[in-house]
């Protein structure tokens, strides 16, 4: 069973995983309005995979006798000036979203609570993956510049991002 500082720390993160969806879809909306079909695909399939973390989270909470308790999603911005501005904006939300899990592995350590650490390690190692690619869209962005041609292959190239998965 959690402790109810579990619960609520995982609850906490419930909605963080879910506002990364909404973050993410205004991306794909954003990216749609622009006619740049890769990245709002990529940013949708990012979206896709946050709405799979929270409920990786939402189910744990109710196979270990917890309740999730959701509450109210805070509206995400809509508006950025250009492609680097988001992606940048994207890897500051994954950093900070890094920050969160590290805080829930380190209430699992506190609590002593060497199941939910072991559930948690998934999410530690996700984070690192997660920066990892975000970083390096980031960088493939700074290379371009201005050059439009790169980033009409850039825009190719990350429209061929497969569907998340739910690994173990």
Wanted: proline share 4%; net charge negative.
């Amino acid at each position: 069973m959690l402790s109810t500082k579990m619960v609520n720390a995982i609850n906490e993160q419930i909605n963080a995983e879910m506002y990364s969806a909404y973050f993410y879809l205004a991306m794909n909306s954003f990216f749609e309005s622009k006619s740049l079909a890769g990245f709002s695909h990529w940013m949708r399939m990012q979206a896709q995979e946050e709405m799979l973390h929270a409920m990786k989270l939402y189910d744990y909470v109710n196979e270990r006798g917890g309740q999730v308790v959701l509450e109210a999603i805070a509206k995400p911005p809509a508006q950025w000036n250009s492609p680097m501005e988001v992606l940048n904006d994207v890897l500051a939300h994954e950093q900070k979203v890094t920050g969160l899990i590290n805080n829930l592995m380190n209430i699992a350590l506190d609590e002593r609570d060497h199941a939910s650490g072991g559930f948690l390690q998934w999410f530690v190692s996700e984070q690192v993956e997660e920066e990892a690619n975000v970083g390096a869209v980031v960088d493939k962005l700074k290379l371009i510049g201005t050059d439009t041609s790169g980033l009409f292959v850039l825009d190719q190239e990350l429209g061929k991002r497969l569907p998340p998965t739910m690994a173990p």
